[in-house]
């Protein structure tokens, strides 16, 4: 133990020359302390009990006055052995593998290929699912709007909102504001529940990349805190904010039916903001001013590296999302847009296959059936057919001899 670093050195968290003693001079209400992160471990277990209540008695109502529905399924039919290989591969079987359950399941390669598609789509997660996840933020946006409207009110009354030097000046002594206290916590709190969830959330193309933005997100917050980083911290979540709260009302109204125009118009919004504060502002502002304008007060230190390489995982984050963001767009412009670019692979290619008829999805049986149904209809229709044209012959025979009787 004597040989791990002491996590609470000052040489880590405080610019040199600079002690923990020194910061306990400001007062315990003008200062952050690190024991008033622990408090963020309770509102992230109070926001996972939330959502669990909201997506099981709320969000259901809400889909159906919104109509959302879920595509038909037709479940897989038990076989012990394929659901074993299943579940131990995820994935399709080989050649060689598909020949040896053949052999084991006495089925055919299309069928066992049917039953695979099946399951997949069986473990997709429905519509009714992922609206729950997009609409729960929604009333939380509410509320996370009142705070963004309220810290931004704060905050524009500042000098170092307009000028970012006046971020450093007199730091690391600068008292902390108690809004700015609970915009902390409420935001620690919030991430940490998306951490607790993030196994039981809809998986798209882009979980790994969730999970690192998560992590950084809650390393970013808990050491600006800790080092009196609340001024410039407070702009990094403002300026993260401002998007967000247009995100999740998008895709809430993307799975309903009759809500495109809405969605699209949040859309662009959503797009536009989040182009020019991630791509442009975040850059040009933010990292300027940790990187260069903060050395005109303090010399380096150990957190001044960490904060900034943090920001820097963000950025990346930033370009990585902005180029699905893009290609949205470029789909919307050209009227192609229609589901989210982070969906799961495997999930589009199923919904293509929906959307093209699922053929390959039935059985021969069921093909049998549908031929015979199609010769009944058939013939049906073909005697009703004759029927009609032979009254109407006979009707017109009639009236022939009627006509005849009155000449006469």
Not at 25 to 51: K, T, W, Y
Not at 77 to 99: D, G, H, K, V, W
Request: glycine fraction near 4%.
């Amino acid at each position: 133990m004597e040989m791990l670093p002491d996590l609470w050195k000052e040489d880590y968290w405080l610019p040199p020359g600079v002690t923990w003693r020194d910061m306990e001079q400001m007062g315990d209400s003008n200062r952050p302390r690190p024991l008033d992160l622990l408090i963020a471990l309770p509102l992230a277990l109070g926001f996972v009990a939330l959502r669990y209540m909201f997506e099981r008695f709320v969000a259901p109502p809400m889909a159906r006055c919104l109509g959302v529905k879920n595509r038909f399924q037709v479940t897989a039919a038990p076989s012990p052995n394929l659901e074993s290989f299943y579940i131990q591969n995820r994935r399709e079987p080989t050649q060689s593998e598909m020949e040896g359950l053949m052999l084991s399941c006495r089925k055919t390669q299309r069928q066992i290929e049917t039953w695979f598609k099946r399951r997949r789509s069986q473990d997709k997660p429905s519509k009714t699912k992922k609206f729950g996840e997009a609409a729960y933020f929604c009333p939380f946006i509410r509320f996370h709007l009142f705070r963004f409207i309220l810290n931004f009110s704060l905050s524009v009354q500042k000098p170092w909102f307009w000028d970012l030097r006046e971020c450093w000046r007199q730091y690391p002594f600068q008292p902390m504001e108690r809004a700015h206290y609970w915009y902390y916590m409420l935001e620690l709190g919030f991430y940490g529940s998306l951490l607790l969830r993030i196994s039981v959330d809809v998986k798209r193309k882009d979980f790994k990349e969730q999970v690192v933005h998560h992590l950084a997100t809650i390393f970013l917050l808990s050491f600006s805190y800790c080092a009196n980083y609340i001024r410039i911290g407070t702009l990094v979540m403002l300026l993260h904010d401002s998007s967000d709260i247009l995100l999740e009302p998008a895709k809430m109204f993307n799975y309903g039916a009759g809500w495109r125009r809405s969605c699209d118009t949040l859309f662009v919004m959503f797009a536009v903001i989040f182009l020019v504060t991630r791509l442009v502002i975040f850059p040009s502002k933010i990292i300027h001013t940790t990187l260069v304008l903060s050395m005109e007060v303090f010399e380096p230190f150990a957190g001044y590296y960490f904060f900034n390489i943090l920001l820097m995982v963000l950025q990346g984050l930033h370009i990585f999302w902005a180029k699905l963001i893009l290609h949205m767009f470029y789909k919307f412009l050209k009227g192609k847009l229609e589901k989210d670019e982070r969906s799961d692979e495997e999930s589009e290619v199923e919904e293509e296959e929906e959307e093209k008829g699922g053929e390959e999805n039935k059985d021969p049986g069921v093909d049998c059936y549908w031929e015979k149904s199609k010769d009944s209809l058939n013939s049906k229709l073909s005697m009703l057919t004759n029927s009609c044209v032979l009254n109407n012959l006979a009707n017109h025979r009639s009236s022939v001899v009627d006509r005849m009787r009155k000449a006469q």
